[in-house]
């Protein structure tokens, strides 16, 4: 599986940015697809994911501002982020794992493919 993030950027403190996220070579029915964000130093961690099912799950201190979805093909990830604070300000990464038994793992050792990242930067 290969997988491609674009739309990041810079915007100020209050503003928008929507990513997207392709996947290509998936053959499994069932996987989830997600977005996890890094700042150097810092642990990678979990935004948003979302299941087979389309059930999503984020990050507290992003819920109800961030939106997390996929295309018809569900092979296209977004992730629509409003409100954006400063501390939003990070690397972000598109990640697949396979679901097995309805199971999608949080930890970031759970996802076996990843794209190469797109900064988001919020300035004050």
């Known amino acids: 599986v290969q997988l491609l993030e674009s739309g990041g950027g810079t915007v100020q403190a209050e503003g928008s940015l929507n990513l997207s996220c392709r996947a290509s070579?998936?053959?499994?029915?069932?996987?989830?697809m997600a977005w996890f964000r890094q700042v150097p130093g810092q642990e990678r961690e979990e935004v948003a994911n979302?299941?087979?099912?389309?059930?999503?799950r984020y990050l507290d201190s992003v819920k109800g501002r961030f939106t997390v979805s996929q295309g018809d093909t569900k092979n296209t990830l977004y992730l629509q982020m409003n409100s954006l604070k400063p501390e939003d300000t990070a690397m972000y990464y598109c990640?697949?794992?396979?679901?097995?038994?309805?199971?999608?793992?949080?930890?970031?050792?759970?996802?076996?493919?990843w794209g190469q990242g797109t900064q988001v930067t919020v300035s004050e």
């Open positions: 979302i299941r087979s099912d389309g059930s999503p």
């Open positions: 070579g998936v053959t499994d029915n069932y996987y989830c």
């Open positions: 990640a697949f794992q396979v679901e097995y038994g309805g199971n999608c793992y949080k930890s970031r050792h759970a996802y076996s493919a």
